[in-house]
Every structure is written in C-alpha cells, then in structure tokens.
C-alpha cells in the first residue's frame, strides 16, 4: 500500500482525506478504473507531495493512462530527490521514447546504464531506445529531440 502517515505532521482532518484518498485510489486501481484513481492521487499529491512512494504510484499510473508528459514531470520530481533512482529512470526514459523524444530519452537511460551497467531492465529499454532512434532516422520527418525535455524540467 502506498501509506506511510507515522511521519506526517499536517492537521488530522487533512490526514484524514489524506489516507482517504490514498484509500479511495488503491480501491479504484484494483477494480482498474485507472482515470479514477488517477483524480484521487492528484488531489493526495496536492495535500502533500513529499511522499515519494505517491509520487512513483502517480507517475506510474499516468503512464498506464499514456499521460506521457505528466509521468515524466512525477519522475522529474522523484528523480530530483534522488538521482540514482534506476526504475524511475527507466521509466521516464520509456516515456520520452513514447513521446518520441529520443535525445531526452538517450540521456535518461544513459544515467541509468552509468548506474546499473549490467541491469537486464536497463539494457532492454538501451536496446529499444536504439532501435526505434534507427527506425525513426531512416523516416523522413525529423524532430529535434533536445528541446522535448525542456518543455517540462524546467517547470519542476
């Protein structure tokens, strides 16, 4: 579960809709009414996002949801706090990949591989980076990869 209130200081009413809604999305994830529990994470994360076992469950279910951009703007965070975070990593890397950004994808899973060399995780999603880099350089619409990530990490 996705809880850990023994540390939080806010109000007990807020704690209270706090769990709740932690709760509330735990339920509607099990009956796989995704976009429902994606609205209870958001209104959690607003009361307090310090968690970061909430932010990795939110930037996972908004890449369940295909909500590409907001999974990476989760990880950004969660990555802000600890850089070495291989599966978050690998995570946004698959996102960028997905919103064909493959320069800000490249970088993400080259600081995982500077991390984890050997992780079969890692070399997989390397693997994939590279193969659709291929397919996507020998069609002839380019994107400039680079100013994808910029859209977003500077915000976060």
């Known amino acids: 579960s996705m809880r850990d209130e023994s540390r939080r200081t806010s109000s007990s009413t807020e704690l209270k809709s706090y769990s709740e ?24 994360g607003k009361l307090d996002d310090s968690d970061s076992e909430l932010l990795k469950a939110t930037a996972h279910l908004a890449y369940q949801l295909q909500y590409w951009d907001e999974s990476v703007q989760f990880l950004n965070k969660l990555l802000s706090r600890d850089s070495k975070d291989v599966p978050s990593l690998i995570l946004r890397a698959s996102s960028e990949l997905k919103m064909e950004c493959y320069e800000s994808a490249q970088e993400s899973i080259d600081q995982a591989r500077a991390i984890l ?40």
């Open 117 to 156: 060399p050997d992780d079969r995780d890692v070399l997989m999603m390397a693997g994939e980076i590279h193969q659709e880099k291929k397919e996507y350089s020998r069609s002839e619409e380019r994107r400039v990869g680079k100013e994808c990530r910029s859209r977003w990490s500077l915000e976060h």
């Open 21 to 44: 809604l932690l709760d509330k999305a735990d339920d509607w994830h099990r009956k796989g009414e995704l976009q429902q529990a994606w609205e209870c994470l958001q209104k959690a």
